[in-house]
């Protein structure tokens, strides 16, 4: 059975005279810096100078370089990108590390692979949402909530799961349920639903748009019907809220009995093997290592590159001038240089497959 906590279990007085540091003032530590300064908590924010910086001072905290809020605080929330969080650590959080002080991650990717490795007189614990910055401020201010993992890591103090429980109703997650797992749990479950099911769901919906499209089917139809009426963002959300079968109700007859008599002939897909060796490499730690890896940054690059000129985002971009909708580009993709190229040479034969699959 695992634990869950609730808004009974916290109790804000255990951070009384804490000073709490919110290192990262992205979309995570703005939400989670705001709803504890809510709660009453003393909050500063550590971050570099940028704009994220000039937004921190602009919602009225005291804002300070990194270094320098690892001296000054209790508790710091670790609210960096998985990818650069490491050299941040080494370079400007161990450094200033005194005994006694709380780290809190809201990822367990760091610790569950010793990327970060604290020292044993350090409290480690984690509160990770299962939810996007915007929707941990929202539920905040709805009094609605928002489901996260939690746990404690490394217990120095005696006190690391009053402290946990404190932070976690400070942030608003007890409102709807804190889960207990460890770190690596954590890990696995957020990139398991990134490597297995998020990579399934995508290859189905391509499959879907160009079977229909070469049939002769309006690529407009059929984009509006599969996503962009937001549709099934809606049969998800009923799902989170009611079940999985259960939503099923909400849906016609007819689309019932096509979606349970045809369904039948995909059962016999055969993910389960795929899954499987996918699950080994999380839980071993392949993956880690292969990320962390010189080359995974380039690699990382090219599929990036070949993923943005697949034949799907040309259709989405004439669809939408067709419909009037905007075409938002948050960014632009630039092709990895020719010195890149001839100094990785033992990635093109593995990158050509990349561009077959995505020209498929």
């Known amino acids: 059975m695992v634990n869950v906590y609730h808004d009974k279990d916290g109790n804000l007085e255990d951070l009384n005279g804490k000073i709490i540091a919110i290192i990262g003032y992205g979309n ?26 000039k937004i921190a001072k602009k919602d009225g905290f005291d804002t300070y370089s990194i270094s320098e809020i690892v001296l000054m605080s209790d508790v710091l929330f670790i609210l960096l990108p998985d990818e650069i969080m490491k050299d941040v650590y080494k370079k400007e959080i161990e450094p200033n590390l005194k005994e006694g002080k709380t780290l809190c991650f809201a990822s367990g990717y760091n610790i569950a692979f010793n990327l970060i490795k604290p020292s044993s007189n350090i409290n480690v614990i984690m509160i990770a949402p299962r939810m996007i910055g915007i929707g941990v401020r929202e539920t905040f201010l709805l009094k609605k909530g928002f489901f996260s993992f939690i746990c404690v890591h490394q ?3 005696g006190d690391a799961k009053k402290i946990l429980l404190g932070l976690s109703k400070g942030v608003g997650t007890l409102m709807k349920a804190g889960i207990e797992v460890d770190m690596k749990t954590e890990a696995v479950l957020d990139m398991s639903t990134e490597q297995m099911f998020g990579p399934t769901l995508g290859r189905a919906m391509l499959t879907y748009v160009y079977t229909l499209v070469d049939a002769g089917y309006p690529p407009e139809a059929v984009l509006v019907e599969l996503y962009m009426s937001g549709e099934m963002s809606y049969t998800f959300e009923k799902m989170a809220n009611i079940g999985l079968i259960k939503q099923v109700d909400f849906h016609s007859q007819t689309s019932q009995y ?97 561009q077959k699959f995505y020209e498929y």
């Open 258 to 354: 096509g979606s349970m008599s045809r369904g039948i002939r995909f059962r016999k897909i055969p993910l389960r093997e795929k899954y499987d060796q996918i699950l080994k490499e999380l839980e071993n730690g392949d993956f880690a290592k292969e990320w962390e890896g010189k080359l995974a940054k380039l690699k990382f690059r090219f599929i990036k590159f070949f993923a943005t000129k697949q034949r799907i985002a040309k259709l989405e971009k004439k669809v939408r001038a067709t419909l009037n909708l905007k075409d938002i580009d948050i960014y632009e993709e630039m092709p990895p240089s020719i010195e890149e190229l001839r100094e990785k040479e033992k990635l093109l034969a593995e990158l050509k497959e990349f």
């Open 155 to 157: 217990d120095a103090t």
């Open 28 to 53: 995570q530590g703005r939400a989670q810096s705001l709803n504890l300064r809510d709660n009453g908590l003393n909050v500063i924010i550590g971050n570099k100078k940028d704009e994220y910086r």
